[in-house]
């Protein structure tokens, strides 16, 4: 089985990079059990749960939404909406430059404010959080 087009196959791609660099920063990371979902990833922080979006970049252009127009899924099939992330509440939104693999992360209470597509050059990335009460085990 190979992907039929590269938009699955950076998406996936963009989430796999995010996955491993919340794990290196020492988080619990959970995958949502259908495509459905408003996020992509939940990552527990000191016992709460972050909500993730993570997008795929363009031109180091990130969306705060996606406007799919009410386009069908299948014939007969539901109705895909467009999605505000900051209207649902998504606490963080992740930007994947796959070329270069940077990742730009922005909380909800930076990315709400911003035109529904920003520049990562020109609006910093914020700092997500590090456990730093991972221990390294020195015993082998």
């Known amino acids: 089985m190979t992907y039929k087009t590269n938009t699955n196959r950076n998406a996936d791609l963009a989430e796999t990079l995010v996955y491993a ?33 993570i997008k795929k970049m363009t031109a180091h252009k990130l969306p705060r939404l996606v ?11 539901k109705i895909r909406n467009s999605i505000d992330y900051a209207e649902c509440g998504i606490e963080w939104l ?27 050059k020109k609006h910093q990335s914020a700092p997500f959080p590090v456990n730093e009460t991972v221990r390294k085990n020195t015993d082998y």
Do not use: C, M
């Open 94 to 120: 992740a930007g994947v430059d796959l070329e270069t693999q940077e990742i730009y992360y922005y909380p909800l209470d930076v990315y709400a404010s911003k035109p529904k597509t920003f520049s990562v």
């Open 67 to 77: 406007e799919r127009g009410n386009q069908k899924v299948t014939k007969n099939g």
């Open 21 to 53: 660099d919340l794990i290196r920063r020492g988080w619990i990371v959970l995958i949502p059990s259908s495509r459905d979902s408003t996020y992509d990833l939940v990552v527990e922080i000191h016992g709460a749960f972050k909500r993730v979006q």
